[in-house]
């Protein structure tokens, strides 16, 4: 379980986070929302440890992160985290197989029978020695996916996934996340500021001037 | 992967891989044949510095009442080939007996006492123990006399230009000593007090003066181990250990001694304004040699810092999701510097070969010959690429390590 508690983040020219407090389940799929500026992306930063918060604490199953040093940090994310980015950020001079087999590389060691089959299971197994800029938008956001679960990661963060891609591209996405998640069962935290896609969760945070506004959960 | 990532550096970064590519090369080049240098250094400016004169003179050891005698000692030249028994004998590379004694000439029927002087011109000294010969004579320890003539041979002799000068003498003239005539081959310029002697060989001026075997004292020019504060300790004071270290390193003092244990009745003592010239000359050239490999090395590595300070900072982004991705130190670092290392390994490659002709240039030009331990230019190049890498990537990479990903990524910085 995820445990956040009054949370702040202060940067020079804005408060982002104003005093956050949450609990995230494990398994669960829980959705932010909320308008530009109101926090959202730096409170996924800071449970995604890429950011240190001004005050408060973020702890994984009892383990304080925030006050973890930088390589700490980086050995925590490898091992619990999957980063999903609204720009799917893929290094452009390396195939699809190759950016998966990256996050491998600085987890333990490269596996490309592994790699592929990660990119078999986002429906990519014909794109695998395809650089970025010969995917399509889609494509790289399922490559992203791919890179994003190939250490098995116990929580998944998801910045604005589908905030490039059209609705038929946003639809495949949610269904293939959906479907690992169904599947393998691992927390999925994911920032919008689309309705649609955040409806596709079981619980919806409303963030709005760095507080949370609201806290719905639905029940399928 | 990994070769990708060399490519695409090699490919994209090409102002970059050209800066790193030639200050590698230049300061691999520089430093290895700097290097290479200061290994024979040593060696080559000790023969150079070998013109500055013997440094080690042997003469009778005279004790006590003796020398209220007034009487004239010799050393033995049956003596000398011993020289080349002691345990620095390879460092003896020039040896010169000298006869010194008065001779009554007679010049067109007048009468004259001269200063004589006999020794060996070119002498091949057998060595006890080997089959070959040393080669040597005066010129091997006083390679400034010059003489204008040919050198003598039996009943012949050199005037001092001085002497020469002053009885209006020239090549081909003669003088009488006792009932032998001998005639002038040449006139003998050393700028020194052997310009108002008479000098012939040392056999002959053995015969004249009825001292078959003697000599009056004997110059050898020996390459030594500059000295140092250890050298200069007293041996009757020092520990066996001490001793035994100052035995076995070829100090002059310690040369001396041991020309002293072989040729009997003997003083050896050091030409101290020689031998410490010599030693302060090395230490100044080795200095300056070390210091300015020093400076290319910080020159090159700064090149390359701020070549890859330039590549990194376009690198931000990758750097980031790479951090994002859980990437450590360690592992970032390989990724970002295999490419640079390709760079630099082919350079140190370029600087390998550069440094081969400048070696040459600069043995040919300075010592006469080329520098011997060329292949030792290659590992130091690799070497040095190696450290020149390592030194200019620090600060780019400290700089890259410490990037913010959420920063970074959300294109803040």
Redesign the interface.
Known sequence: MIKVRGLKKVYPSAVALRGVDMDIQDNEWLSIMGPSGSGK?TLL?IL?G??YPTEGSVSYDGKEITTMKE?EL??????N?G?I?QQS?L?P???AL?NV???Q???SI?DEKEAAEALKRVGLSHRLHHRPSELSGGEQQRVCIA?ALI?SPKVLLADEPTGNLDRENTRVILELLGELHSNEGFTIVLVTHDPYVAGWGKRLLTMEDGRIIKDESFHS | ?FF??I??FLR?EKKAVTVIFFSTVAGTAVIATMLSLSFEIEDKVKRELRSFGANIIVEPEVKGLMSLAGQPHYLMESDIPRVKTIFWRHNIIGIAPFLEATLDGNINGKAYKFNGLGTWFDKELPVPGEKGFMKTGVFTVVSWWYVDGRLPLKRECLFGSALAGRLGLKIGDTVTFGKEVFTITGILSTGSREDDFIVMSLEEMQRIKGLAGRVSYIWISALTTPMDEFAYKDPSKMTPAEYEKWYCTGYVTSIAKQIEEVIRGSSARPVWRVAEAEGNILRKLKLAVYLLSLITLLASAMGLSAALMSSFLKRS??IG?????????L?ISL?LLSGVAAVTVLASLGGFLLSLFLSDIIGKEVFGTGLENRVLLLPIALLIGIFMTIAGAFLPLRRSLSL????V??GME
């Open positions: 992306s930063n995604g890429l950011d390589d980086a050995v925590f994310r490898r091992e985290i980063f980015f950020y290094i001079y390396l195939t190759e087999m990256l996050a590389y600085f987890h490269v890179r250490n | 992967m990708r990532v490519i695409n994209k982004r990758e999701l790479m951090k994002a991705l859980g990437g450590g130190g592992k990724l913010k990903p959420a920063i990524l959300k």
